[in-house]
Structures are given as C-alpha cells and as structure tokens.
C-alpha cells in the first residue's frame, strides 16, 4: 500500500527565513498531493494542494513541487511569520476508485521572531 | 454552512465503558473517514466509507465501529474503550464538486478529545 515520508519531523527558523518540508510517497499511480496545516488545539486546515499533471503551484508566500520521477513533494514557505507556526502534515492519495489519503508523520514549524 | 461537526468535544471513559463519537456534514460529500491522531504518528484512518450504505477499514481498525446512519451522518463507536484508545478523533468528508469544493479535498470536524481511564 501507500507510505508516505515526511521529514523534518521539528523545523526552526527565524522569523522571514524560508521554510522547506519535504516528502516521499511509494505509489507511482498516487495523483493527488495535498498539504494541511494545523495549529494547537485545532482541526487540519488545507493550505495548498497539487495534482500529478502539474509540476507547481504557488499561492502567494506558498509553493509545493511535485516530482513524478523521484516520487516526491515539497511544500515552501516564503518570508516565514509566527503565525505560520504550526504543525504540517503531507497526504497522497491512494489509487483505486476510493478518496482515501495516507498521511505523513508531520512537521512541526516554529518561527522564531 | 457548518462544514464537519463533531460531538462530543471532550470525554472521558473508564476502561470497558462504550460510546459513540457523532459527526455530521451539510456538504452534500458522498466520501466520510474517521480518523485518530497521537503525538508523532500523524492521521491514521480507521473507517471510511464511500458513499451512504457502505463502509471499510483502514489502518486501524481493532476496537472501532462505524455507522453510516445517511448521507450526512458517519458515527464511530467503541464497544469496550481501552487506554490504547486515548487520542484526538477527527472525522472528514469529500466529495464530488459541490458549491466550489473540490473532489479529493478532505475536509476535517474539530476533534473529539478521548481519554480512557
């Protein structure tokens, strides 16, 4: 079945650095790749997603790349605040008629002002 | 429109003792999951089901339950709580493109948080 990777599991940075986390799926046929953000106490919120025909997609101070060869994705943040602190979380899909994801283990993100 | 509800918000069991997390969607998604979450192991499914009618296990299934009750209601139930079952419950939905959704995108309720005594 479907595994998915994510590292780093802790991520610092100062305040307006840039933020990378990147991860791994096992299925070659998983074509939907979608990234949530959860903050303390809360529900996981979609911030951004990308299917397997695109190779991009930015929403203003955030990005993610897919790459189909290596099996992987990355979500960036641009210009980090501390509001973005938060714990991340990175899903694929898994092929084969139903809308099943299987997460990543999570990245939490604390920016430092 | 409320999204995903989920009650209770809270709870605390003994072990052995029952109960049944509620969840609701006004939607219209066709797809609802149960999920748990525990320090370091992200979501983990347990139930989905695809449609009213219809249910399947996912990754952690031993001790659940599942009912889908109609289009709008997925509820999960414990029959004998064990402590191994102290964690953070979300439900889900997605579905077909409904006033703007987007199939795929799963949707999260704000969390029961279980404690088993």
């Known amino acids: 079945g479907e595994n998915v990777e994510q590292h780093p599991s802790t991520l610092s940075v100062q305040e307006g650095d840039s933020a990378v986390i990147k991860c791994t799926y096992s299925?070659?046929?998983?074509?939907?790749f979608p990234w949530y953000k959860q903050e303390l106490g809360k529900r996981p919120q979609l911030i951004i997603d990308?299917?397997?025909?695109?190779g991009e997609k930015k929403d203003q101070r955030i990005a993610v790349t897919l790459n189909k060869t290596a099996k992987h994705f990355s979500l960036h943040i641009t210009e980090t605040q501390p509001e973005d602190s938060a714990v991340y979380f990175c899903?694929?899909?898994?092929?084969?008629?139903?809308?099943?994801?299987?997460f990543g283990k999570g990245t939490k993100l604390t920016v430092n002002p | 429109n409320a999204g995903v509800t989920q009650t209770p918000k809270f709870q605390v069991l003994k072990t052995g003792q029952s109960m049944t997390l509620q969840c609701a969607q006004d939607?219209?998604?066709?797809?609802m999951y149960w999920y748990r979450q525990d320090p370091g192991m992200g979501l983990r499914l347990i139930y989905y089901?695809?449609?009213?009618?219809?249910?399947d296990k996912g990754e952690v299934p031993n001790g659940y339950n599942v009912s889908r009750l109609n289009k709008r209601e997925f509820s999960l139930r414990l029959e004998s709580a064990a402590p191994s079952q102290t964690s953070v419950y979300f439900c889900?939905?997605?579905?077909?493109?409904?006033?703007?959704?987007?199939?795929?995108?799963?949707?999260f309720g704000p969390g029961t948080r279980l404690t088993v005594l």
């Open positions: 939607m219209n998604h066709n797809s």
């Open positions: 089901s695809a449609s009213e009618g219809t249910t």
């Open positions: 299925d070659s046929a998983s074509n939907y």
């Open positions: 990308i299917r397997s025909n695109v």
């Open positions: 899903a694929a899909s898994i092929v084969g008629g139903s809308e099943k994801l299987v």
């Open positions: 889900a939905s997605s579905g077909r493109p409904s006033t703007g959704s987007r199939t795929d995108t799963q949707y």
